[in-house]
């Protein structure tokens, strides 16, 4: 039976009390420019009014039979108001785009950073497509509504503040006429949030899992069509795409409900005033400028009304969204321990190194059987481990735990005698390099400075040069300075993999993780990839995944692997010798290796 492990949490999503504060901490420092967009959206309210007085006042001149020039006055209100409302309503748009986008990046730089800080237990438990949705439509879907729906929400609030104001002003009874339409709009609002709140918050955990079942499509293409799986993965793909539409059908029918409603409450608001102002117009207690304004300003109000209740739908999804991103921001690695004594050079190692150790290990993926069972081993000071296998044996599994990338189910993994996580990993202190290597768009010098910001030039070319790969790097169009990735000059695997052992070089880790590193390149390239390899384990601490046994039979300690358990532990002459899986491999390889390999 296998042994129980623990089982990395789901990525967290956010409290109101945490989205509340985060979104404090945003804004600090911001209050003047916060009081400043709200006074010109207040102004550029104000001024909304002047369209209906200015009608009510032309209407009342015509009734009065006036002669054209009472026409002059309302004329000149309109335009006054127009310039001025047009200058106000720019202020706004401007302060509030300096108010809300740097806000805006504050957010998604600490999402961002967070997830590159991420366990990648915690990753793979939410799964690659829930932390792609949030970091990408979640950020939208928030970045639209700060910069939209917010602008919109308070300019409605402030214009209703406006029109009530207005309405209060001409006659106290026009402004308690519009009240029949408050209970429906309340009721109206209080039924959309408690409906559409759960639709949402759920909508966006389903569009999640849809970006997770499009990337496992893309990324395993492979091997899903050599294992002709394709059918099967189309139909998960199509099943968590009509879930996630069946959430915004939902969402659609409760906006449509939503809206209806608020079209009834207009009715009834707007047949209330016209009423009012009829019985007071009739028993001369108004006349009919000020009945027209009146009805004008309620009617000004169907528009602000309906986005400020209408808003709700963008901050519903927005919340939701905003709910799951900050939550990646409450997933914070521990303080990692300080380094002993790294010296005037950040990249310096400390001149004694500890040991790094597996003591009684298990691991097993998410709630599967475990692949790796009570493995134990050490790297002492300065050795150089090999660990061989046949596929599908542990080795890529043990290479990222002994690095921190993943926590084991049981048994511990120890650097120089304290338990060793993915979140308190030393700094410079372990490096995994694995076949799978990613170019950074950039320079050449770029990318080798994700290893040491502040390395130099000269320091650059060592790095280079120590890994062999000064003669190609020259030969680009700008050196080092060569734009790669992203669009940039295309790199082969095996020069890309060299400049993977390059930036490690500059790290300068006390124990370097091979993994495979050296598999990618083709034979014209795998001589120099070994090299490079062992220029860089040279005078530390190694673990080598072996692809090839030159990497293998110079080691000073070989740990054999079978499906999750160490079988044999040894030199290479003792493992030739002894049989076994060892010299199985070894024969295989010796025979089916290319004439001119080493």
């Known amino acids: ?33 916060l009081a400043g967009t709200v006074a010109a959206m207040a102004a550029q309210s104000a001024l909304a009014l002047a369209g209906p007085v200015a009608i009510g006042r032309a209407t009342q001149a015509v009734v009065d039979h006036r002669s054209s020039a009472a026409l002059a006055g309302p ?12 200058a106000t309503g720019w202020a706004a748009t401007v302060l509030l785009a300096r108010l809300v986008l740097p806000a805006i990046a504050r957010l998604r730089e600490d999402a961002v950073t967070t997830v590159v800080e991420l366990p990648v237990d915690a990753v793979e438990a939410g799964g690659t497509g829930d932390l792609v949705s949030r970091v990408s439509g979640d950020v939208e879907l928030v970045s639209d509504a700060a910069s939209g729906a917010l602008g919109s929400f308070v300019g409605s609030a402030l214009a209703i503040v406006s029109a009530l104001a207005g309405l209060a002003a001409l006659d106290w009874r026009f402004a308690v006429a519009a009240l029949p339409a408050v209970p429906i709009q309340a009721g109206t609002l209080r039924w959309y949030l408690r409906t559409s709140r759960p639709i949402y918050a759920a909508g966006r955990i389903a569009d999640g899992r849809r970006a997770s079942a499009l990337l496992t499509g893309f990324t ?30 939902r969402a659609t ?16 608001g707007l047949g209330a005033i016209l009423l009012v102002a009829f019985l007071l117009v009739r028993s001369g207690q108004a006349d009919v400028g000020a009945a027209t304004t009146a009805a004008l300003f309620f009617a000004g109000l169907f528009d602000p009304i309906n986005a400020l209740l209408g808003v709700f739908d963008s901050m519903q999804q927005a919340g939701a969204g905003l709910r799951r991103l900050v939550g990646i921001t409450t997933v914070r690695p521990a303080a990692a321990p300080p380094d002993p004594d790294p010296g005037p050079d950040p990249g310096r190692r400390p001149p004694t190194e500890p040991s790094l150790a597996a003591d ?3 691991f097993g993926y998410g709630p599967g059987p475990d692949v790796l069972h009570g493995v134990s081993l050490r790297v002492e000071p300065g050795q150089r481990l090999a660990v061989v296998g046949t596929t599908g044996s542990g080795k890529s599994t043990l290479a990222s735990l002994l690095a921190g990338l ?11 005698g304290a338990a060793l996580t993915a979140l308190d990993l030393p700094q410079r202190h372990i490096a995994l390099v694995t076949q799978e290597t990613h170019v950074f768009a950039g320079s050449v010098a770029d990318n080798l400075r994700l290893g040491r910001p502040g390395a130099g030039d000269a320091e650059i070319r060592a790095a280079l040069a120590a890994v062999g790969a000064t003669a190609w790097v020259d030969a680009l169009p700008d050196g080092a300075g060569t734009a790669i990735g992203g669009g ?15 930036r490690v070089r500059l790290l300068d880790p006390s124990v370097v993780i091979l993994d495979e590193a050296t598999a990618e390149a083709g034979s014209d390239a795998a001589r120099a990839l070994d090299h490079a390899a062992a220029a860089l384990v040279e005078g530390r601490s190694a ?6 046994f030159t990497q293998v039979v110079d080691a000073d300690a070989i740990v054999v692997l079978e499906q999750g358990r160490v079988t044999a532990h040894g030199t290479h002459d003792q493992l030739r010798s002894a049989g076994g899986a060892y010299a199985s491999l070894w024969r295989a390889w010796s025979q089916g290796r290319p004439a001119d390999e080493d």
Do not use: K
């Open 1 to 33: 039976m296998s042994a129980p492990h623990a089982q990395p949490a789901l990525l967290p999503v956010a409290t109101g009390r945490q989205v509340r504060d985060y979104l404090r901490t945003l804004l600090r420092g911001r209050r003047l420019l």
């Open 75 to 86: 004329v000149a209100l309109l335009a006054a108001a127009a310039l001025a409302a047009a």
């Open 220 to 249: 395993a293409l492979p091997t899903l069509r050599a294992l002709r799986l394709g059918a099967s993965q189309q139909q998960r793909i199509g099943a968590a795409s009509a879930d996630s539409m069946e959430y915004e059908f």
């Open 253 to 268: 029918r409760a906006a449509t409900r939503f809206f209806g409603r608020l079209n009834l409450a207009e009715f009834t």
């Open 360 to 362: 009684d290990v298990r």
């Open 406 to 416: 993943r926590e084991p189910g049981a048994g511990s993994v120890t650097f120089g």
């Open 488 to 502: 940039g000059h295309p790199l082969t695997a095996g020069q890309a993999q060299q400049l993977a052992l390059a």
């Open 543 to 548: 673990v080598v995944v072996a692809h090839r």
